[in-house]
């Protein structure tokens, strides 16, 4: 850690599996480190009080809403700390379903879904309806019915009829 003369100190921090040098102040949100120190504005500021969860990221493999997190909680760690953001899906099976299923409408709240919803195959792969409905009750969208977020999940956990389990 290298200490400057703005309150700011520089760090690394593991940002989808690489390691990024950001210059920080003690009560900088990872919402806004990883928008505004790294230009990686998937994590979106909603309601920026942790209900909405447009700006869910993986931490460690576990969705958390990155507005509620300073990020001098997972800088200089050894090891590191994971912090997965939808940059880091590229081209992922969550995002791939999402499309085919019509998963999105303004878009605004989906990288947190696409977020939520990887988080949800990794921790749980065998979650039955009411689970993963109730994993999706965490993030917040004014546009659909709900009805192809949950399509677009079961064709991620491969619980459609005659889907094959996606990887």
């Known amino acids: 850690m290298q200490s400057t003369n703005t309150g700011r100190a520089e760090h690394l921090l593991t940002v989808n599996g690489e390691q990024r040098r950001v210059s920080l102040r003690p009560a900088d949100t990872l919402l806004s480190t990883l928008r505004d120190e790294l230009g990686l504005t998937g994590a979106k500021p909603g309601c920026e009080n942790g209900d909405c969860g447009a700006c869910t990221v993986?931490?460690?493999?576990?969705?958390?809403?990155?507005?509620l997190l300073l990020t001098t909680e997972f800088v200089d760690q050894d090891?590191?700390?994971?912090?997965?953001?939808?940059?880091?899906?590229?081209g992922a099976d969550v995002q791939r379903q999402f499309l085919q299923h019509w998963a999105f409408q303004c878009g605004y709240c989906t990288s947190g879904?696409?977020?939520?919803?990887?988080?949800?195959r990794r921790q749980q792969p065998e979650a039955n309806r009411d689970?993963?409905?109730?994993?999706?009750?965490s993030n917040i969208c004014r546009c659909t019915s709900y009805a192809e977020l949950i399509h677009a999940v079961e064709a991620v956990l491969g619980h459609e009829r005659g889907a094959p389990r996606s990887s």
């Open 58 to 67: 993986l931490v460690d493999g576990v969705p958390m809403k990155s507005c």
């Open 131 to 137: 689970e993963r409905v109730d994993w999706l009750r």
């Open 79 to 90: 090891p590191p700390r994971s912090v997965e953001t939808v940059e880091g899906l590229d």
């Open 113 to 120: 879904f696409l977020m939520l919803v990887e988080g949800l």
